[in-house]
Structure formats: C-alpha cells, structure tokens
C-alpha cells in the first residue's frame, strides 16, 4: 500500500448506529487532518494531529470523536449522527504542520445517514 | 480570515481547446496558493502551488497558474484540453502567518467533451 488510504469507502448508517472510520498513511508524516466534503461546499476542515496530539477542533459536534494511536493511523468514531452528516469524509496527511507543507490525501469514505 | 471564491461551479469545454478555470480569494495577510485536483472517486492531489519568487507556477501536465497580487487571483489555465482532464479543480490558500490551515475555494468541475 502507498500514500494514504481509507477504510472503509462506503458506509451507510442509522442514526442510532456507532461506526468507525479509519485512515492510514504509508508516507511517514507526522500530520494528520480529517475533512468533510457536502456537494457543492468548500472542504471543512473537521481535526488536526500533530505527532498524535490534536491540535485542532473547529467546532465540530460531539458526535463526531477522532482517534489517533500513532502517527501513521487515524480514526473517526461516530455514533447518533444526522442525516445532514451524510457527506464524503476525507483524510490527509502531510509531513509537517506548516502553511507551506502539501497534504496528501486518501479516497474518501462516502457516508450515507439515514 | 482567509476565503477563496471559485466563480464557476462547472466549465465545459471540447476536447484541445483552452481553458482557464478562476480563483480569487480575500485575506488581510500574505497568502500561499494551492490548486489540487479530484478525479472521480479519488481524493485530491496537489496539482501545483505558489509559495515565493515567480509568480507563475506550472504542473507537469501541462496546467499553469499566475498569481496577481493586485487582484488577489491565482487563475488556472491549459492551452489545450484532454478528456483526462476531467476532474473537480480546487482552489486553495493557507496565511503566511502562523496559521497551517488550507482554506478551500468550493470547487470548479471541468468537463472535457469530445
């Protein structure tokens, strides 16, 4: 496996169901980021990790829960989303944190609430 | 705070022919840029970026990309098209203070006709 893949790419849950969301990166950065692609919006950016520490929350609800074990894993546990969830969620990485740094990111997880 | 404005949600256009797909964005301080692209069922991949010095910038395949100060632009362009081309083109800027944050434009989608 190269660069940064994501499991699994299609996910359809109940609002009552907990999920999880996994992210892997095969490129030894030390940055993680987690995104939520709606139709039709700019990239949202939902988490950061920086040597597995989380360094940013913008505001996103308690519904949503990231993991990150170690630098090349990252996590989205999920439980009691909404339908207006349903989105494409994506994981990048990149090798530092800095303004400068490209981000590299996987596939995508297409998520369907129903 | 940084924003990015994508005018055209959609750009179709015929197989060789030229393309420019535009960009403009608003911050009260210096900005990095970014284009990344999306192919279908993929996620994103840089396509090329403007930190310092020239202010054209071009990929390996054949797209290019001016930052205009003045007009707080950074148009992407190819002389000629391919089918392959198809893909969702994003539009990108991160502060050159200390923020590492990607603020993302809502995407042009260009559509290669034969």
């Known amino acids: 496996e190269t660069g940064v893949t994501q499991t699994p790419r299609h996910l359809v849950m109940g609002m009552t169901n907990k999920k999880s969301l996994k992210c892997e990166q095969h490129l030894g950065h030390n940055a993680m980021y987690w995104y939520k692609q709606s139709a039709k919006k700019p990239l949202e950016l939902m988490f950061v990790?920086?040597?597995?520490?989380?360094?940013e929350n913008n505001s996103v609800p308690s519904r949503f829960s990231p993991e990150c074990p170690n630098s090349s894993h990252l996590f989205l546990h999920l439980h009691t989303l909404q339908p207006e969830d349903s989105a494409l969620y994506l994981c990048a990485s990149s090798q530092a944190l800095g303004r400068q740094e490209t981000q590299y990111f996987g596939p995508g997880t297409r998520l369907l609430v129903l | 705070a940084q924003s990015v404005t994508q005018l055209d949600s959609q750009v179709p256009v015929f197989e060789e022919a030229p393309v420019e797909l535009r960009c403009n964005y608003s911050s009260s301080v210096s900005v990095y840029l970014f284009w990344y692209v999306q192919y279908p069922n993929q996620g994103l991949q840089l396509l090329l970026k403007y930190l310092s010095g020239s202010t054209l910038v071009e990929s390996i395949n054949g797209f290019e990309a001016e930052f205009n100060k003045s007009q707080t632009s950074f148009h992407l362009r190819k002389p000629s098209v391919h089918i392959s081309d198809t893909a969702e083109y994003f539009c990108?800027?991160?502060?050159?203070?200390?923020?590492?944050?990607?603020?993302f434009g809502s995407g042009t989608r260009l559509l290669v006709r034969p």
């Open positions: 990790y920086s040597l597995e520490e989380r360094v």
């Open positions: 990108a800027v991160s502060a050159m203070d200390s923020s590492y944050k990607l603020i």
